[in-house]
């Protein structure tokens, strides 16, 4: 839910059995934002090593390697990562299924809105 304070709360309160995830882009925008202008390249990669991972286990493999490379030099930018770490990865595993059945490459942060844009295109033509 982005940080919103209260916002994931009140959505729970009325919408119990729905899942929510933060938004991966803000996220690593703001992670990235205190990590040095030389440094965000190397350091986004493997940001995306943890979001663009198989499994829940390898994304975990990929924040610990993250946190033992990055942590000393800009730990203000792992522990954005690391206090939200479970609710960024809610939806990884099930988007990339989706992806399979719909025939999507899905490659960035803004997949949902892809996804939701072609099963629409295919709803219309019927297939």
């Not at 610990?64 to 792992?78: D, I, T």
């Not at 992806?99 to 999507?104: F, H, M, N, Y």
């Amino acid at each position: 839910m982005d940080g919103l304070p209260g916002l994931e709360a009140i959505f729970q309160r009325f919408f119990p059995r729905a899942q929510t995830q933060r938004c991966q882009k803000h996220a690593k925008a703001n992670a990235c934002r205190r990590v040095r202008k030389q440094e965000r390249e190397r350091f986004s990669k493997d940001l995306n090593a943890i979001f663009y991972a198989p499994t829940q286990s390898a994304a975990r493999a990929a924040f610990f390697a993250l946190k033992q490379q990055w942590g000393r030099l800009f730990p203000s930018a792992v522990q954005i990562i690391e206090k939200d770490f479970d609710s960024l990865l809610t939806f990884s595993s099930s988007i990339r299924l989706i992806g399979r059945c719909c025939a999507l490459p899905i490659r960035s942060s803004d997949s949902t809105k892809n996804l939701s844009r072609r099963t629409r295109a295919m709803e219309v033509t019927g297939r």
